[in-house]
Structure formats: structure tokens, C-alpha cells
Antibody
Framework: QVQLQESGPGLVKPSQTLSLTCTVS??????????WSWIRQHPGKGLEWIGYIYYSGSTYYNPSLKSRVTISVDTSKNQFSLKLSSVTAADTAVYYC??????????????WGQGTMVTVSS | EIVLTQSPGTLSLSPGERATLSCRAS???????LAWYQQKPGQAPRLLIYGASSRATGIPDRFSGSGSGTDFTLTISRLEPEDFAVYYCQQYGSSRSPWTFGQGTKVEIK
């Protein structure tokens, strides 16, 4: 059973770079067939898709965040990572990693990490 | 970008009642790529429905989805105590305009 787990600092200073990692267990990113995404949720608000990466390294980002986002993959560690630069208080949110369900659940997120709260504050 | 608008914002119902949640898209959405999620406080969203009407593994049959084009509905036939939560719809448009979510509908105990 595939599981996802986010990790990274819970507090980031304004103007710095937010860095999070998602570790995949119970399955291999390299097996292909799935897009691996980052999604965030501002406190008390809805969900915002940030971007995805495929095992090959191809990426696509939400146009509203594209200039500040980088998603990378390390297949040897079975991890993918998010970097969000020049953060402000508006980037304070719970950050989730999630799997697009592939052929089983086309373009629906069938597996989610538990989420990690990131606060941007000095 | 396709905007999803959910209504109502809050639904106040009693256990055993029927819940009908709406999701309207700003332009036509492929039924193959319309999903519904349930989220409880402090938890990640859980996939309920994909392809507009197919239940994900392990989802009780009291949950059903329907709709096409710009109008989609999630129905909970008889509310159980564990169903009180926030529900989100989500669509996938294309590789150039991927995933967007609705703002959510909260189903609360009346």
C-alpha cells in the first residue's frame, strides 16, 4: 500500500525559500504511470494545486505560482520535493503531497500525505 | 482556468437525511476528470468519487455522483454521523490547465 509522508521546516522567514520533501513508501516513483503533485490549503480555506512531477522529471506548475516553484524528483530515494521561493505570509498553509491515480483513478488524487503546516513569519 | 463553484456553502442536516451538493464549472468539464473528496478536520482529503460517478475503493454506496458538462452533483443518500465534513469537487482540464478545486461545501449537523 503506497503511502506518502511530507517533511520539512514548519517555520520559514519571509523572502526565504520554503523546502519540503515527500517520501513515497510501498511503491516506486520510477514505476511510472502516476503524476506526483503538491497541493496546499490556506488556513480554513480550500485546496490549491501547486504543481506536479513525473518520474522522468517532467513538470508542470500552476501558472499563478510558476515563477516561484520548483519541483524535483530523486528516484534513488523515492522522494520528490517542492521549493517555493520568496515566500510571504500568504504562503502560510498546510502543504500536501498527493498522487494522481493514473489509470485507476484518472486525474484524481487517490493517495495523500498527512500534510505539513508551514508558517511564514519572522 | 476552469473555476468550480460549489453550493451551498454550508448544509445543515440531521443524520439519516439526504444531502445534495452541487458543483458548477465555468466551462465544460470532461466527466472523466471530475472528482469529489471528503475532508475532516486535521485530515487530508479522501477521494470519494472519480469520473463524476464512480466510487473509489472502500467508499460506501450511500455516496453517489452524477452530472455532465458544467453541472455535477454529489449525493449522500442517508447521512451517517461520520459523514459530517467538508466536501470538495475537483476537475482536471488539460495539461495546460490542470487541476482546480471548488471552494468546498460543509455538511454540518443540524
Amino acid at each position: 500500500q503506497v503511502q506518502l509522508q511530507e517533511s520539512g521546516p514548519g517555520l520559514v522567514k519571509p523572502s526565504q525559500t520554503l523546502s519540503l520533501t515527500c517520501t513515497v513508501s510501498g511503491g516506486s516513483i520510477s514505476s511510472g504511470g502516476y503524476y506526483w503533485s503538491w497541493i496546499r490549503q490556506h488556513p480554513g480555506k480550500g485546496l490549491e494545486w501547486i504543481g506536479y512531477i513525473y518520474y522522468s522529471g517532467s513538470t508542470y506548475y500552476n501558472p499563478s505560482l510558476k515563477s516561484r516553484v520548483t519541483i524535483s524528483v530523486d528516484t534513488s530515494k523515492n522522494q520528490f520535493s517542492l521549493k517555493l521561493s520568496s515566500v510571504t505570509a500568504a504562503d502560510t498553509a498546510v502543504y500536501y503531497c498527493a498522487r494522481d491515480g493514473g489509470y485507476g483513478y484518472p486525474h484524481a488524487f487517490d493517495i495523500w500525505g498527512q500534510g505539513t503546516m508551514v508558517t511564514v513569519s519572522s | 482556468e476552469i473555476v468550480l463553484t460549489q453550493s451551498p456553502g454550508t448544509l445543515s442536516l440531521s443524520p439519516g437525511e439526504r444531502a445534495t451538493l452541487s458543483c458548477r464549472a465555468s466551462q465544460s468539464v470532461s466527466s472523466s476528470y471530475l472528482a469529489w473528496y471528503q475532508q475532516k478536520p486535521g485530515q487530508a482529503p479522501r477521494l470519494l468519487i472519480y469520473g463524476a460517478s464512480s466510487r473509489a475503493t472502500g467508499i460506501p454506496d450511500r455516496f453517489s455522483g452524477s452530472g455532465s458538462g458544467t453541472d455535477f452533483t454529489l449525493t449522500i443518500s442517508r447521512l451517517e454521523p461520520e459523514d459530517f465534513a467538508v466536501y470538495y469537487c475537483q476537475q482536471y482540464g488539460s495539461s495546460r490547465s490542470p487541476w482546480t478545486f471548488g471552494q468546498g461545501t460543509k455538511v454540518e449537523i443540524k
